[in-house]
């Protein structure tokens, strides 16, 4: 059963453009929403995580945009470069609960 | 750098043999997470320890197994390989156990199973 589902699975932006990658969950109890960021050969690492009591938050050029009743949120990267190229991880988990819920995953290209 | 490392990096085994990996926790954490990672798809939960005892347990059968160390470190054992088991396995650290605390990932162990 797939509890947090994300898209798209590829994504190439411009260099300067804006990425957008978005996530739907299932289960209402989920109450914490990471994002993370894997290049390849390396372990995935945290950029930027919401909890449900807002509806944004932002660090830097990174920004998650959170809709509880619709249980979807989204990570928007902003004036995206070459370097932000990875793969992107959205998850959930519950407060009490041990593990994170991933989403598949998306692979972002920037075009320089 | 998030500070949590594992061993080995690569590893191959063949169908039906028995593997151990490590993983040494970021300093200060006390729980450590076990996830699979099969190629083009996101980490998958295996379990959690937490103070030296399972704290949780995802859909995994029971040839996998784990330990956890007086010093946090922890192990992840996988008994009668079979050709699925090849993913990359990453161990998460983090502190306080069920409670809402960032994970943080090492780089993982790719293991091929033949």
């Known amino acids: 059963q797939q509890q947090v589902k994300q898209s798209p699975q590829s994504l190439i932006v411009q260099k300067g453009g804006i990425s957008i990658i978005n996530c739907a969950y299932e289960?209402?109890?989920?109450?914490?929403f990471p994002w993370y960021q894997q290049f390849p050969g390396k372990g995935p690492a945290l950029l930027i995580a919401?909890?449900?009591?807002?509806s944004e938050k932002k660090e830097g050029r990174f920004t998650i945009s959170f809709n509880k009743s619709a249980k979807q949120f989204s990570l928007h990267i902003m004036d995206s470069q070459p370097g932000d190229s990875a793969t992107y991880f959205c998850?959930?988990?519950?407060?009490?609960?041990?593990?994170?819920?991933f989403g598949q995953g998306t692979r972002l290209t920037i075009n320089p | 750098e998030t500070g949590v490392t594992q061993s080995p990096t690569h590893l191959i085994k063949t169908r039906g043999q028995q593997v151990t990996l490590r993983c040494s926790s970021q300093?200060?954490?006390?729980?450590v997470s076990w996830y699979q990672q099969a190629l083009g798809q996101g980490p998958q939960f295996i379990f959690q320890?937490?103070?030296?005892?399972?704290?949780g347990r995802g859909n995994f059968p029971p040839r996998f197994s784990g330990l956890q160390f007086p010093n946090y470190s922890s192990e992840l054992n996988v008994n009668a390989l079979e050709l699925d088991d090849s993913a990359l396995y990453l161990c998460?650290?983090?502190?306080?156990?069920?409670?809402?605390?960032?994970?943080?990932f090492g780089p993982g162990t790719r293991l091929l199973v033949l």
């Open positions: 998460a650290s983090s502190l306080g156990g069920g409670r809402r605390e960032t994970q943080y």
């Open positions: 289960n209402t109890a989920f109450d914490y």
């Open positions: 919401i909890r449900p009591d807002v």
């Open positions: 998850a959930a988990s519950k407060q009490g609960a041990q593990k994170l819920v």
């Open positions: 300093s200060g954490h006390n729980t």
């Open positions: 320890y937490y103070r030296e005892e399972e704290n």
